[in-house]
C-alpha cells in the first residue's frame, strides 16, 4: 500500500480516536475536578468540563507512537539516519510536562511562578533531547549567518516557547477561539513546512498534519455551544506545540523564516502584544488580568459568542494566507506586505478599542483630515 494512503488512515485514525475518547476525558476531568467555574472573568454561567486537551493529547501521542513509527520508518541526515521515534519521543516526553503542569492547574490553579516553571523545564527539556531549537539567524538582506553557542540557543529557545505558549492560552477565552485558530495556524504552518523544507525535513508536515487531525476530532465538542473547554492543559499544550514545531522552520533562519510564524500565529502574538502594552499605559501589572482582549471587544461590540470567533477565525485565515504569500514574494515586495499588514492590523484594533479608551491615533489622523476644510 501507497505511503500517502497509510498516511491518509492515520489521519482518519487520529480525529476519529479523538471525536470518541473525548466524552470519556469530559467524564474523566469532571471525577478529578478539572472544571471551570463561573466568576467575573469568565464567559461561562455554569461549571464546565475543563481539561479537554488530554483528548487531543491522546490522540497525538496514541498515532506519533504507534501508527506513524511503524509507517515512516528512516531517513538520512547529515548525521546519520534518524528514526521517526528518535524523532517525535522527546517532543512527546517535553509536551507530557506540560500537560501535567496543565491539569494541576485546572484542577487547583498554579501560581503563575509554578506554570511557568512547568514551563521553563519543558522547554529546556526539549532543547537538550532534541534538534527543536533556534541556534542560527541569517542576517537579512544579505547578510552573514550568526551561530549561537550552546547557551544562548537555550536562552532564544526558551523565550521563544514561553511567549507562544502564553500567547495561545491567552487567547482561550470563548467557545472554540484557541482550539480553532491552534488548527489554522497549524495547517498553514504544516503546508508551509511542506512547500519549503518538505525535502529537508519531512518528518515535520506529516507530525503537525496530525496534530490538526487530533484537534478536528476535538472540535466538534469545543466549539459554541462547548460541552468542554481546553482548560490551561490543552491551550498550553496547543502553544507549546506550535512553538516547539515551528522552530523547525527555524533552522538556517532568515527573516522571512522568522517572520513566518510570528504571521501565522498573528491572532494570538498580536493580542498578547497589545495586551502587554495595553497595560503598561495603564500602569498595570503585565499580569494582571482584564477584559480587553480581542474577543472582549468583540462581544461588547455587540457580536454573539458564535460571531466572535468566527470573525477572529477569519483574521487567523488572513494571517495566514499574508505568511503564505510572503514566502513567495521577493524582498521589496515583501517589505511591502509587512507594512500594509502593520498598518490595516493597527487600523483594525483601534477600531475595536483593544489599546483602551481614547487610545486611536491613526483614526484621530483620518478623523482630522476628513473633517479639515481643506
Known amino acids: 500500500m501507497p505511503f500517502v494512503i497509510k498516511y491518509l488512515i492515520v489521519l482518519f485514525l487520529t480525529a476519529t480516536f479523538s471525536f470518541i475518547i473525548t466524552p470519556l476525558v469530559i467524564r474523566l476531568v469532571e471525577k478529578i475536578g478539572a472544571v471551570d467555574k463561573p466568576n467575573a472573568r469568565r464567559i461561562n454561567k455554569v461549571v464546565m468540563p475543563s481539561a479537554g486537551g488530554l483528548a487531543i493529547f491522546f490522540s497525538f501521542t496514541l498515532s506519533v507512537l504507534l501508527f506513524l513509527t511503524y509507517i515512516v520508518g528512516t531517513i538520512k541526515t547529515s548525521k546519520g539516519y534518524l528514526t521517526y521515534f528518535d524523532y517525535v519521543f522527546p517532543l512527546v516526553l517535553s509536551s507530557l510536562i506540560i500537560i501535567i503542569t496543565g491539569l494541576i492547574d485546572d484542577i487547583r490553579e498554579l501560581s503563575p511562578k509554578w506554570k511557568m516553571l512547568g514551563i521553563v523545564v519543558a522547554a529546556t527539556s526539549i532543547w537538550a533531547f532534541s534538534k527543536f531549537r533556534f541556534d542560527n539567524f541569517k542576517i537579512p538582506f544579505g547578510g552573514p549567518m550568526l551561530n549561537f553557542p550552546p547557551w544562548l540557543s537555550l536562552i532564544l529557545t526558551v523565550i521563544w516557547i514561553i511567549s507562544i505558549t502564553n500567547a495561545v492560552n491567552i487567547i482561550d477565552g470563548l467557545d472554540g477561539l484557541a482550539s480553532g485558530v491552534s488548527l489554522i495556524s497549524l495547517f498553514t504552518m504544516g503546508l508551509v513546512s511542506y512547500?519549503?523544507?518538505?525535502?529537508?525535513?519531512?518528518?515535520?508536515p506529516i507530525t503537525i498534519f496530525v496534530l490538526c487531525a487530533a484537534i478536528?476530532?476535538?472540535?466538534?465538542?469545543?466549539?459554541?455551544?462547548?460541552?468542554i473547554y481546553l482548560g490551561d492543559t490543552g491551550a498550553l499544550y496547543l502553544g507549546f506545540m506550535i512553538s516547539v514545531l515551528s522552530l523547525q522552520g527555524l533552522k538556517n533562519a532568515t527573516a522571512v523564516a522568522v517572520l513566518t510564524p510570528m504571521l501565522i500565529l498573528g491572532v494570538p502574538v498580536t493580542d498578547t502584544f497589545a495586551a502587554i502594552i495595553r497595560r503598561k499605559l495603564n500602569n498595570q501589572k503585565v499580569s494582571?488580568?482584564?477584559?480587553?482582549?480581542?474577543?472582549?471587544?468583540?462581544?461588547?461590540?455587540?457580536?454573539?459568542?458564535?460571531?466572535?470567533?468566527?470573525?477572529?477565525?477569519?483574521?487567523?485565515?488572513?494571517?495566514?494566507l499574508i505568511s503564505i504569500i510572503l514566502n513567495f514574494s521577493g524582498r521589496v515586495g515583501g517589505i511591502l506586505l509587512i507594512i500594509a499588514s502593520i498598518f490595516g492590523l493597527e487600523l483594525f484594533l483601534e477600531t475595536v478599542g483593544v489599546w483602551g479608551e481614547n487610545r486611536q491615533p491613526l483614526l484621530k489622523i483620518f478623523t482630522r483630515i476628513g473633517n479639515s476644510k481643506k
Open 288 to 320: 494582571v488580568a482584564d477584559k480587553m482582549h480581542l474577543h472582549h471587544r468583540l462581544l461588547s461590540m455587540g457580536l454573539s459568542h458564535k460571531a466572535a470567533v468566527l470573525v477572529i477565525y477569519g483574521i487567523a485565515l488572513i494571517f495566514s
Open 216 to 227: 478536528i476530532g476535538f472540535l466538534p465538542y469545543n466549539f459554541f455551544p462547548a460541552k
Open 195 to 204: 512547500l519549503f523544507l518538505g525535502n529537508v525535513n519531512v518528518y515535520l
